[in-house]
């Protein structure tokens, strides 16, 4: 017979491969919605270049940056292989390009609250069955999904090249402001690898992230409470 302590170790053994397998689960959907997203928005627009490359995919490998997946698993921020945009197909390139890159963010802002609706809904049944393993696993892998895209969104959002928010203040700046950035816009992940590492960053982001996600488990949770005051 197995000790006690033998049991316990395979339990949490198991717990832990069924946390991380949900981790990455989340973090490849997230990654690969935005960059799809990117892509989509991009075609819309005019430009076939994702279309082309084989980047209007739901293949999670034709989109990972191992070091932007590893972060997504270690720091819940983190970033995909670029789509790549040729602002030249664009009417505007400028708007154009901004519009491509919030196509990004808002893709996984929306991710998260479809995720945390169909939590709602999803926390009926689990509540019904006094807490069934199985569907404790599929609430507890949308909610890992919601936190992992809104963080995602948030991250892109920051005006710092080259991630989406730079883009999208590249915008309104003057053309002359506009090329100077796109000069060195090489040098920005090397900058902002180091902010990551130096923890600057977290303290504006957690805050950003909690604020976001309070607001989308309210909207979330309407389908639980309303069923369930249906039922009883």
């Given at each position: 017979?197995?000790?006690f302590?033998?049991f316990?170790?395979?339990s ?6 069924v946390?991380l ?7 490849l959907?997230c990654?690969?919605?935005h960059?799809?997203c ?8 005019g430009?076939?270049?994702a279309?082309?490359?084989h980047r209007?995919?739901?293949n999670?490998l034709r989109?990972?940056?191992f070091?932007?997946t590893l972060m997504?698993l ?6 995909a292989?670029?789509?790549m945009?040729n602002?030249s ?17 808002v893709?996984?802002?929306?991710l998260a609250l479809?995720a945390?609706?169909?939590r709602?809904?999803v ?10 393993t199985a569907?404790?696993y599929?609430?507890?892998?949308l ?10 969104g948030?991250f892109n959002?920051i005006?710092?090249p080259?991630l989406?928010g730079s883009?999208?203040a ?5 053309d002359?402001?506009?090329?100077q950035?796109?000069?060195y816009?090489r040098w920005g992940m090397?900058?902002l690898v ?5 923890g600057?960053l ?8 909690r ?5 989308m488990v ?7 409470f309303?069923?369930?005051?249906l039922l009883y």
């Amino acid at each position: 017979m197995h000790s006690f302590q033998e049991f316990f170790s395979q339990s949490f053994q198991w717990e832990g491969l069924v946390n991380l397998l949900i981790q990455v689960a989340a973090v490849l959907l997230c990654l690969t919605v935005h960059e799809t997203c990117h892509g989509l928005a991009a075609l819309a627009l005019g430009d076939p270049t994702a279309k082309s490359q084989h980047r209007l995919s739901l293949n999670p490998l034709r989109h990972l940056d191992f070091f932007g997946t590893l972060m997504m698993l270690v720091a819940g921020f983190g970033w995909a292989k670029p789509v790549m945009v040729n602002p030249s197909y664009f009417k505007n390139p400028k708007s154009g390009m901004a519009l491509t890159a919030l196509a990004g963010p808002v893709s996984n802002f929306l991710l998260a609250l479809l995720a945390l609706l169909v939590r709602g809904f999803v926390l009926v049944p689990y509540t019904l069955t006094g807490g069934s393993t199985a569907v404790g696993y599929v609430i507890q892998f949308l909610e890992t999904l919601a936190v992992l895209s809104v963080g995602l969104g948030l991250f892109n959002l920051i005006p710092f090249p080259p991630l989406d928010g730079s883009k999208v203040a590249e915008a309104f700046l003057p053309d002359r402001i506009y090329f100077q950035i796109l000069r060195y816009e090489r040098w920005g992940m090397v900058v902002l690898v180091l902010l990551l590492w130096s923890g600057v960053l977290d303290a504006p982001l957690m805050a950003a992230q909690r604020w976001v996600l309070d607001w989308m488990v309210r909207v979330g949770n309407l389908p639980y409470f309303g069923l369930m005051g249906l039922l009883y």
